[in-house]
């Protein structure tokens, strides 16, 4: 019995040696028990040497040379690029933005070419990051600041709506009669119903009509859209716009420019409003693409996000309106500046306001109203129909003509044959008195011109009535002189 009793206080001074030594030392006793020793008490550094498991705690402060996820928020006016992704052997955002990350020590180099790694690894976070981004990215690119997420955050799957701004001139919405120039200025009137025909695009609806690829049955085709503004008009240089914003939860390809493309063929009088309801049904609707000229993604909203991991105390909610200023002021000097030179100096609305007239909208081609924007390629068909029936009637008139001429010609010709009979007649009767004298006079030997190509038989058949003749004669007048000379010779 005293032998297992030795064993068993063995195995336990073997296991846990501080147990024994508990009642001889108070401070293992606390650190058996896990109490907190008082302030006065006297530690021993070599009786305390042993290390213990603590719980990690995630702390969000400054943390310079570690690695963490942020969300960056990067102002670009795309002219000149060929898209944001990388594409090799042409320019794009990320091709100038990823070099520049490597150069501050933000992401490793191999990184750069193989950009997938990155959504798995975290940028480092370098003194004065922003600072020295912009300074190597160039002016059309900038970055404006960025916010700590969590490691699971993904910028496009926890987006849950979109805004896009438009930039507009006014003149797009003038009366298709109403003749436009860089003074035009929008009555409220239009204004008003330019806002009108806007909302009707809000709410739940099957885009398909403005899109390309998709059809009426398809999933991907219902669309919600959130909500469509117009603001107020304003002037830059001497030329009025309208901005217009639309939030979205999701947008297809050339989805915001067909809704505005339809909202300027609506206002300007080319279709009526009812093109809109037939947008939502199966049928195939020729909706209108605006220009891209003036099309900016404003903002991205994270309003999920926000609400579950924004107000957890430990991560901040992606909110960018501290950067407001910023981002208004890279959008003033790169983007809005350049929408405004561009549109006076290549009339991008103004010649695409032209197109209208080549959309039949919910029409069927070659159909509808004779109103000055029907199809052109109707005009064109009724022009040349017209065309084609006063060449067939022009014709007709000229055979008509012709016919005359020919009877007309031919009356002539039989009345010249008969004078000529006449006068070789009368030469051979009187051929006997051929050896008197007689003077030629002018009056005889003259003949009416108004006969033509035969005034040189006539004039020779005068000739010989009054005396010989040495001019060669027609073969009709031939059997005449024979008959005179064979007198002359008797």
Same mark, same amino acid.
């Given at each position: ?9 063995h195995q336990i001074k073997r296991l846990n040696p501080a147990a024994l030594a508990m009642a001889e030392s108070e ?187 998709v059809k009426f049955e398809q999933a991907c085709a219902s669309r919600y859209i959130i909500k469509f503004e117009c ?84 991560h901040e909610p992606i909110d960018w309106s501290q950067y407001e200023e910023t981002v208004e002021k890279f959008k ?64 007709? @008139? !000229?055979?008509?003509?012709?016919? +005359? $001429?020919?009877?007309? =010609?031919?009356?002539? *010709? ?27 006079? @002018? !009056?005889?030997?003259?003949?009416? +011109? $108004?006969?033509?190509? =035969?005034?040189?038989? *006539? ?32």
């Open positions: 019995m005293l032998q297992r009793v030795c064993n068993f206080l401070k293992a006793q606390t650190d058996l028990l896990g109490k907190r020793p008082a302030e006065n008490d006297v530690t021993d550094d070599s009786k305390t040497n042993k290390k213990k498991k603590k719980k990690h705690v995630v702390q969000l402060g400054k943390s310079e040379g570690f690695k963490r996820k942020i969300a960056l928020l990067i102002a670009y006016n795309g002219a000149g690029y060929y898209g944001v992704q990388v594409n090799p052997g042409f320019p794009t955002i990320e091709s100038e933005f990823f070099p520049a990350l490597v150069k501050v020590g933000a992401i490793p180099e191999d990184h750069a070419t193989t950009p997938s790694k990155m959504w798995f690894q975290r940028a480092v976070l370098v003194p004065d990051f922003v600072k020295k981004l912009n300074e190597i990215l160039p002016p059309a690119i900038q970055v404006i600041g960025y916010i700590r997420t969590t490691n699971g955050f993904d910028s496009k799957n926890f987006c849950c709506a979109r805004t896009y701004m438009y930039m507009l001139p006014t003149f797009a919405f003038a009366p298709i009669e109403k003749f436009i120039t860089d003074e035009y200025r929008v009555t409220a009137q239009i204004i008003e119903q330019a806002r009108k025909i806007l909302t009707r695009f809000e709410g739940t609806h099957k885009f398909h009509n403005f899109t390309s690829g603001s107020d008009p304003f002037v830059r240089d001497g030329l009025e716009f309208v901005t217009l914003k639309v939030k979205g939860q999701s947008f297809m390809l050339h989805h915001i420019r067909k809704m505005i493309g339809l909202t300027i063929a609506i206002v300007r009088g080319y279709c009526g409003e009812k093109v809109i309801d037939s947008c939502w049904g199966p049928e195939k609707v020729d909706v209108p693409k605006a220009p891209g000229l003036g099309l900016v993604l404003e903002q991205l909203h994270f309003d999920g996000y926000n609400k579950k991991f924004g107000c957890d105390g430990v003033e000097e790169q983007i809005i500046s350049q929408i405004v030179a561009k549109e006076k100096e290549e009339r991008v609305t103004f010649e695409w306001l032209r197109t209208l007239q080549f959309h039949n909208f919910d029409t069927p081609r070659l159909e509808g109203p004779q109103k000055p924007w029907v199809p052109v390629t109707k005009m064109l068909a009724e022009k040349k129909d017209q065309t084609a029936v006063e060449k067939e009637s022009t014709a007709k @008139e !000229s055979i008509r003509d012709d016919e +005359s $001429s020919t009877k007309r =010609d031919e009356t002539i *010709a039989g009345n010249k044959r008969s004078d000529q009979s006449s006068a070789t007649t009368t030469t051979i009767d009187t051929g006997p008195e051929l050896d008197m004298p007689v003077r030629t006079d @002018e !009056s005889t030997v003259a003949v009416d +011109s $108004s006969q033509g190509n =035969d005034i040189g038989s *006539a004039t020779c058949n005068a000739a010989i009535a009054h005396g010989p003749c040495n001019e060669t004669l027609p073969v009709t007048n031939l059997k005449a002189c024979e008959t005179v000379d064979k007198q002359e010779n008797s």
